[in-house]
Nanobody
Framework: QVQLVESGGGLVQTGGSLRLSCAAS????????LGWFRQAPGKEREFVAAISRRGGNTYYVDSVKGRFTISRDNAKNTVYLQMNSLKPEDTAVYYC????????????????????WGQGTQVTVSS
């Protein structure tokens, strides 16, 4: 069992930046691939970014590519999502997730493959 706790959300102006953090506990952090998803009001949860359990390979949804960066620090048992040039369209609850199977070097964007989920943190970008 793995527990994930997100933090770092808040209210920012268009063009601003936020860094989300997700702290993991329960099992060795390095044994999991990690991803970030988001859900806006009235919409389905969608994939944002993922990082593989080995090698630090990353994958992003097109809408955030070049603006968001996912990274992990295994020593701190934490995964980050650095969000720059934020837009009102980025407003959503952001969730981190962990997967304990699959490829060591290729991150997955498939929501159903993830095994554990955090509680979410709200990001609001004012217009």
């Amino acid at each position: 069992q793995v527990q994930l706790v997100e933090s770092g959300g808040g209210l920012v102006q268009t063009g601003g930046s936020l860094r989300l953090s997700c702290a993991a506990s329960g099992r060795p952090f390095s044994g999991y691939g990690l991803g970030w998803f988001r859900q806006a009001p009235g919409k389905e949860r969608e994939f944002v970014a993922a990082i593989s359990r080995r090698g630090g390979n990353t994958y992003y949804v097109d809408s955030v590519k070049g603006r968001f960066t996912i990274s992990r620090d295994n020593a701190k048992n934490t995964v980050y999502l650095q969000m720059n040039s934020l837009k009102p369209e980025d407003t959503a609850v952001y969730y981190c997730a962990a997967v304990n199977s699959g490829s060591d070097y290729y991150p997955t964007q498939t929501e159903d493959e993830y095994d554990y989920w955090g509680q979410g943190t709200q990001v609001t970008v004012s217009s």
